[in-house]
């Protein structure tokens, strides 16, 4: 899983895989589903990296933006944000 905070927008990607090898098993019906994921929110202009954090636990990604500043400044290059495993 990844975080990206780049030009003001927020970007969340990962990828969940098959925890069952497919070719030995068949299904009917399948109610979880597996593949990539990318979702990207702008958030307000005040907001910089340091003012975002992620916590990982039990399969819930809890993110958390604080309000910035107007005096904060805006970072050229896309800022990778840590994400804690509450393991």
Do not use: C, H, K, W
């Amino acid at each position: 899983m990844e975080l990206v905070f780049s030009d003001g927008v927020l970007t969340i990607s990962g990828e969940r895989r098959s925890e069952l090898d497919e070719e030995e098993v068949s299904f009917y019906v399948r109610e979880r589903y597996y593949g990539t994921v990318r979702r990207s929110m702008t958030l307000p202009a005040d907001i910089y990296e340091g003012s975002i954090s992620a916590d990982f636990e039990n399969g819930l990604l809890e993110i958390t933006v604080l309000g910035g500043s107007a005096a904060a400044a805006a970072a050229a290059e896309p800022q990778r944000i840590e994400i804690r495993d509450g393991v």
